[in-house]
């Protein structure tokens, strides 16, 4: 529980100094750890740096900018996000998006980064774009306030993770595959943990949500397979919807944590 604590005053000071400058001592400083202690944390849960986190949201925050103020130059938007020159603020949003600024604002490109999940020998498994990471779920979340999420944990994982690490990740790339599978086109996958992870639908509906999670429960004990062997996957699976109209991230995250926690224990999966 002291993990998840952590990583919730980290997340909620980062939103709360996007356009400050934001050093990763600073960040350790407000969560009272050391900066070994934040930045391990922050890897085992969103696979990714304090700094690279840091990064995504800004260009997250400024790609929003590009599509929706047009009368806005790409100079000023870089600005505001600490960017001082035109050509450093390209080069974090080719980091994100694949492409310029420019580029972004004519093409009109949707608002979702491809998520990249690292693989044990150093290359990249692509997801595809209803695969979103923690730093654009804020503000989806914001949208659908009143949708339901389909929750999910993997069962046993780490007895997974002791056959390789690289097992372990082939676990994580199936249970999304599966969640994408049987969500709708425009329902939304991402993670909130090592092995835990969401489904944000586009419906008010409690029975759409629960389709989805009987298809997903329908499929456990199939196996994926890391070369000559096959392992079984099981993920523990619910429906919610959260109250809260407007919400911080302390709020999520306990929200969908709790969810995934009652429905393994009341066997609800």
């Not at 492409?99 to 009109?108: D, L």
């Amino acid at each position: 529980m002291r993990r998840v604590e952590l990583l919730l005053t980290a997340l909620e000071y980062i939103e709360n100094h996007l356009r400050d400058e934001i050093r990763t001592e600073d960040v350790a400083a407000a969560c009272f750890c050391s900066k070994s202690t934040l930045e391990k944390t922050f890897r085992c849960v969103n696979r990714i740096s304090v700094h690279d986190y840091v990064v995504r949201r800004r260009m997250m925050q400024a790609a929003r900018l590009l599509a929706g103020s047009p009368e806005r130059t790409i100079l000023d938007i870089a600005l505001e996000y600490g960017y001082s020159t035109h050509e450093s603020f390209a080069r974090a949003f080719r980091q994100v998006w694949n492409c310029k600024p420019s580029e972004f604002r004519r093409m009109k490109y949707e608002l979702y980064p491809r998520l990249r999940i690292p693989t044990e020998n150093g290359g990249q498994c692509i997801m595809d774009n209803r695969h979103v990471d923690i730093s654009e779920l804020y503000d989806l979340f914001q949208e659908r306030s009143e949708c339901f999420f389909v929750c999910c944990d993997i069962k046993k994982m780490m007895c997974i993770n002791e056959i390789s690490h690289r097992t372990g990740d082939l676990a994580i790339i199936e249970a999304m595959e599966r969640m994408s599978a049987a969500a709708g086109e425009r329902d939304l996958v991402f993670r909130i943990g090592g092995d835990e992870f969401c489904i944000l639908t586009d419906s008010r509906e409690e029975s759409y949500a629960e389709a989805i999670a009987e298809a997903i429960r329908a499929r456990n004990g199939e196996c994926f397979r890391d070369g000559d062997r096959e392992v079984p996957l099981f993920l523990h699976t619910t429906a919610v919807r959260l109250k809260q109209k407007r919400v911080r991230y302390d709020q999520l995250y306990t929200g969908l944590h709790e969810a995934i926690r009652e429905a393994i224990q009341t066997g609800r999966d």
